[in-house]
């Protein structure tokens, strides 16, 4: 049996339940969160660079992608790692955690995305209210998670 499958089987068979798993969710989640913003800003750093000298030979039209950069940046960076094999971004698994869906299913890119998209939504609106959602639930979620049937649990 391959890595992918054992991934696969220990995120669908894990008891969500469990309050074990969501023993320091909150902290660990605002820690991957600051990891993986800088890691968005850092890989942004390039396209910039690209962009501006697409901006130079398109007599200033390219400089226009300016204002998508850090979207487009974070929403391709979250797909391909949340949506991914691990299930998490790398600042989720330097801090120990990933998500999961309630329904056991994977999480794919899609979701994944809306996943952040709707973090970002709620975070734009509600500021750092949006973490008290979370003292309300059993299973620590935020008003994105329960929005998606999705939650966020330690790996370890």
């Known amino acids: 049996m391959d890595r992918t499958a054992n991934l696969s089987k220990d995120f669908s068979t894990t008891d969500l339940d469990s309050p074990r798993l969501y023993e320091g969710v909150r902290t660990r989640r605002i820690a991957s969160f600051v990891i993986d913003y800088a890691l968005v800003l850092f890989l942004s750093v390039p396209v910039?660079?690209?962009?501006?000298?697409?901006?130079?030979?398109?007599?200033?039209i390219a400089w226009g992608l300016y204002a998508v950069l850090l979207?487009?940046?974070?929403?391709?960076?979250?797909?391909?790692?949340?949506?991914?094999?691990?299930?998490?971004?790398p600042g989720m698994r330097f801090a120990g955690v990933h998500v999961a869906r309630l329904d056991g299913e994977r999480v794919?890119?899609?979701?994944?995305?809306l996943h952040g998209v709707l973090f970002?939504?709620?975070?734009?609106?509600?500021?750092?209210?949006?973490?008290?959602?979370?003292?309300?639930?059993g299973r620590k979620q935020l008003l994105h998670d329960l929005l998606l049937?999705?939650?966020?649990?330690?790996?370890?």
């Open 48 to 60: 910039a660079i690209l962009i501006f000298l697409l901006g130079i030979v398109t007599l200033g």
């Open 71 to 89: 979207p487009l940046i974070a929403i391709v960076y979250i797909g391909f790692t949340m949506g991914g094999n691990r299930q998490a971004t």
């Open 108 to 113: 794919d890119p899609v979701l994944a995305v």
């Open 120 to 137: 970002w939504a709620s975070a734009s609106v509600l500021t750092p209210l949006v973490l008290l959602v979370s003292l309300f639930t």
């Open 149 to 156: 049937g999705t939650v966020v649990v330690r790996d370890r």
